[in-house]
C-alpha cells in the first residue's frame, strides 16, 4: 500500500507531479484521500415531474440536432432531450467537444440543475454520467481532471483490496457497531448504498476522531506534574487595584480558575477564550503578577512582532510598577540584544519576557519558567505549545484565544486544554454597526470615509487571500491599494500589508498605521490577530461573502475598541448568512451559525481541514460522535495499560504525531 503512484495505470509523470502538490505520493494515501461529497445519482426523475430549482438525475435521449452558438466569449451549446414524459433543453458552456459526441438518439445519463431560461425549465451544465449510484466528488486536484481522478482512486483501491488490516481492537468495533475497515475504504469511496456510505463515514470517522483525541491526551498527561506556584489571595486583589478599570465579573471568574490551576501541583493547561475586546491581556497579566508573587519566571508569546511590542508596552506600563522586571525579545533585535536578553532571562534578571517564536527557536534557557502564556493561540500549533512548556519544569502553560469555538468542537480541537470563557464585555464600548454594502453604493462608502478620516479617525481595508490556481474575481490587496491610492482617495495616507510582504516591511507598515501615520490600512487578513488600534473605527471588507461568520466576526472585532461609534462594511451582494451577521455582537452564537452552514473544517479557513484525513467538516457536525469518541478516549486513557488502549495509543503515535504539530488553525 505503500507503493508508488506510478504503480497505478494511467498516472504518468504529469500527474504524478500533480499528485505529489496535493500531498498525495502512495497508493495509500492516494485511499485515504476520501470524498468531499457525493453525487446522488440512484435515483432519476422523470422530464416531466422536473422543476426549477432541482438538481437530480435523468435518464433520456438526444432529440434531434446539437445547436452552437457564441455569445461574446461564450460558446452555447443547445439540444433538446427526451424520455417520453416530456422534451427539455439542456445548456452547456465551453465544452466544444460535446458538439460531436451528442448525436441524435443517444441515450444519456445527465446530473445537473434545472433553471427557468426563456420561459423553460432547463438543464444547465448537466455532467454526463456513466452509471447510476452514489458518485464520489473529490476535492479538486489541480492537473487532475475529476473523471481520471475517480478512475485513479478506484485502481488504487482495487490495488489493496483486502489488505488494510483492521488495526481497531476487535472489542471497541464490536461495542460500537463499527464496520470492518476494508469494507469502509472501499465504501467511503464508491457506496454500494446510502446505508453502506454511513456504515463506512461512521467507521472512517470514529477512528479518525478517536485516534485525535487520544493523541491529544497523550501531551497531555506528558505535563501532568507540573510547578506549583504559591501565592497570597491579597496579591489577586492587589492587582485589580492597580487596573486604571474595574473588572468585569467574567474577568475576575476566569482569573480564580487559573489562580487554581497555578496553585494546584498539576500543570495548568488552559485556554482562555473570549471574543476580541473581552479584556484576556488583563488575565494574562494577573496571572503573570501572581506567578511572580509565587517567585517564578513567565514568557508571552505572541503570533506577530508588532503584538509582541504592543503587549510589551502595555506590561512596562502596568506590571513595571508592581516590582515586575519586563524583557523583550524578538526576532529583529539585534545581536548584542539577543545576547543581553538570554544573560538576562537565564540569570532570572527578567521576571518576565515577551516575545514571539523567537522565544521557542533561540534555545532560551529560563532560571525558573513558572508560566507560559501564548496570545490568539490559533496562530501556534499544540506542537509548538509543547515545545515552550517543555522547557524547563512542566510550566503552567495559559493560551489565549479570541475565536469562539463551539463548545463541541472546543472538545476535539484543544481536547489537551480546559477551556475558561470570557463571556462579557466590559462596559462602555458601542457595539459596532454592521452593513452590507452592494458595488452600487461604494461611492458613498468613500465619501463617508473622506469624512471619518477628516474627524481623524482611521479605516481597514480587508481583502481575501486569493491563492495562485484560484480563478476569481476577487480584488486582491494589492489591486485595492493601488485604486485608492491612485483613483479612489489619492488624498488620504494609505499603507499597504500582505502575506508576501518580508515581516519587517509588515511590521513598519503596521507600526506606522498603528501610530497615526496611515489613514487606511489595506491588507489580506494578516490584521486579524489582535492588532489594537483604538483609533480605527471602520472597517472594510472588500468580497465579504469569501469569508466565514467567525472570521468576518473577529475582522469587526479590530474596530470598536474605543468610544467612538464604528463601523463595519461588508462589500457583497445581500445574503442572509451576511444579514445574520449584521444582527448579532455574539462571538459564540456566530461561531455556531457558521459551523451550522459551512461545516467546522471552514470555521478557520482552509487549511485546517488538511488535518485529519476525513476531513471533520462532515465528521466533527455529529456532536453525538464527538462526545462518543471522546468520552471512549477518556475512558481508554485512564487505564492505558490495558492491551486495547495500548493498541490504540500506538495508533494515535503513528496516525498524528507528525500531524499533531500542524494543529494551528489559520
Ligand atoms: P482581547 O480580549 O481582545 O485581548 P484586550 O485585553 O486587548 O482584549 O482588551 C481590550 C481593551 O479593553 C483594552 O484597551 C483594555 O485596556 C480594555 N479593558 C479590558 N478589561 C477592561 C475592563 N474590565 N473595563 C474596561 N476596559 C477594559
Ligand atoms: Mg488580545
Redesign the pocket.
Known amino acids: 500500500m505503500d507503493i508508488s503512484l506510478s504503480q497505478i495505470k494511467g498516472i504518468g509523470p504529469a500527474r504524478l507531479k500533480s499528485f505529489e502538490a496535493a500531498g498525495i505520493r502512495t497508493v495509500r494515501e492516494l485511499v485515504m484521500f476520501l470524498p468531499r461529497e457525493y453525487r446522488d445519482l440512484t435515483q432519476t426523475v422523470p422530464l416531466c415531474e422536473l422543476k426549477a430549482g432541482d438538481v437530480a438525475a435523468v435518464r433520456v435521449r438526444v432529440a434531434g440536432e446539437v445547436m452552437e452558438r457564441r455569445a461574446r466569449r461564450l460558446l452555447i451549446t443547445k439540444l433538446y432531450v427526451t424520455d417520453g414524459t416530456e422534451t427539455l433543453p439542456v445548456l452547456w458552456y465551453n465544452q466544444p467537444w460535446l458538439k460531436k459526441q451528442m448525436t441524435p438518439g443517444r441515450e444519456l445519463l445527465l446530473y445537473g440543475k434545472a433553471e427557468h431560461k426563456q420561459g423553460y425549465v432547463t438543464l444547465v451544465s448537466p455532467t454526463v454520467e456513466a452509471a447510476q449510484g452514489l458518485i464520489p466528488v473529490y476535492r479538486n486536484i489541480p492537473g487532475i481532471p475529476p473523471k481520471a481522478l475517480r478512475q485513479s482512486v478506484e485502481a488504487a483501491l482495487k490495488l489493496c483490496e483486502g489488505q488494510w488490516p483492521d488495526e481497531l481492537p476487535e472489542a471497541l468495533r464490536r461495542r460500537y457497531g463499527l464496520c470492518e475497515r476494508n469494507f469502509a475504504m472501499r465504501n467511503a469511496h464508491f457506496p454500494d448504498s446510502r446505508e453502506a456510505l454511513e456504515a463506512a463515514r461512521r467507521r472512517i470517522a470514529f477512528e479518525e476522531l478517536l485516534l485525535y483525541q487520544i493523541s491529544l491526551r497523550l501531551f497531555r498527561s506528558a505535563g501532568r506534574q507540573g510547578v506549583q506556584i504559591d501565592f497570597d489571595d491579597a496579591r489577586l486583589e492587589a492587582f485589580w487595584d492597580a487596573l486604571p478599570?474595574?473588572?468585569?465579573n467574567a474577568?475576575r471568574r476566569v482569573l480564580g480558575e487559573v489562580a487554581a490551576d497555578l496553585r494546584s501541583e498539576r500543570a495548568m493547561a488552559r485556554m482562555v477564550q473570549?471574543d476580541?475586546?473581552?479584556?484576556?491581556?488583563?488575565i494574562a497579566f494577573a496571572a503573570i503578577a501572581l506567578a511572580h508573587a509565587g517567585g517564578w519566571q513567565s514568557a508571552l508569546m505572541a503570533p506577530t512582532e508588532v503584538l509582541a511590542r504592543q503587549h510589551f508596552d502595555a506590561a512596562q506600563k502596568l506590571l513595571a510598577p508592581m516590582g515586575i522586571r519586563v524583557g523583550l525579545l524578538v526576532g529583529s533585535l539585534t545581536q548584542k540584544q539577543h545576547r543581553l536578553a538570554h544573560e538576562a532571562i537565564a540569570a532570572g534578571e527578567w521576571d518576565c519576557v515577551i516575545g514571539t517564536h523567537a522565544l521557542i527557536t533561540e534555545g532560551v534557557e529560563y532560571k525558573k519558567l513558572g508560566l507560559v502564556v501564548t496570545d490568539e493561540q490559533h496562530r501556534f500549533g499544540v506542537r509548538q505549545r509543547t515545545l515552550l512548556s517543555e522547557k524547563g519544569d512542566a510550566p503552567n502553560v495559559l493560551v489565549?484565544s479570541?475565536t469562539p469555538i463551539p463548545r463541541t468542537l472546543s472538545l476535539i480541537l484543544y481536547g489537551d486544554l480546559d477551556i475558561s470563557i470570557?463571556d462579557e464585555l466590559?462596559?462602555?464600548r458601542t457595539p459596532v454597526s454592521t452593513r452590507i454594502v452592494p458595488e452600487a453604493k461604494r461611492p458613498g462608502l468613500y465619501e463617508f470615509l473622506r469624512r471619518e478620516v477628516a474627524k481623524g479617525r482611521q479605516a481597514y481595508f480587508v481583502c481575501p487571500l486569493v491563492e495562485e490556481s484560484e480563478a476569481v474575481e476577487a480584488l486582491p490587496a494589492e489591486a485595492v491599494y493601488e485604486d485608492l491610492r491612485t483613483g479612489k482617495l489619492p488624498e488620504l495616507r494609505i499603507e499597504l500589508v500582505h502575506g508576501r510582504m518580508k515581516s519587517a516591511d509588515k511590521d513598519a507598515a503596521l507600526e506606522r498605521f498603528r501610530a497615526g501615520e496611515a489613514d487606511i490600512l489595506v491588507s489580506t487578513t494578516v490584521i486579524e490577530v489582535?492588532v489594537?488600534v483604538?483609533n480605527a473605527t471602520v472597517m472594510v471588507i472588500e468580497n465579504a461573502e469569501r469569508f466565514g461568520l467567525a472570521q468576518l466576526h473577529q475582522l469587526r472585532?479590530r474596530v470598536g475598541?474605543g468610544t467612538e461609534e464604528s463601523w463595519c462594511f461588508l462589500m457583497a451582494e445581500p445574503n442572509p448568512r451576511l444579514k445574520y451577521l449584521c444582527s448579532t455582537n455574539d462571538g459564540f452564537k456566530i461561531a455556531q451559525k457558521d459551523m451550522e452552514l459551512r461545516g467546522p473544517g471552514e470555521l478557520f479557513g482552509t487549511r485546517q481541514s488538511g488535518t485529519l484525513t476525513a476531513g471533520i467538516g462532515a465528521l466533527a457536525g455529529d456532536a453525538q460522535m464527538l462526545k462518543l469518541t471522546h468520552d471512549e478516549a477518556r475512558f481508554l486513557m485512564a487505564d492505558p495499560e490495558e492491551p486495547d488502549a495500548r493498541a490504540v495509543i500506538v495508533l494515535a503515535k503513528e496516525r498524528f504525531a507528525d500531524k499533531l504539530r500542524d494543529v494551528a488553525v489559520n
Not at 478599570?245 to 468585569?248: G, L
Open positions: 478599570f474595574a473588572p468585569t474577568q473570549g476580541v475586546g473581552s479584556g484576556k491581556t488583563a489565549m479570541a470570557v466590559p462596559p462602555g489582535g489594537n483604538p472585532g475598541r
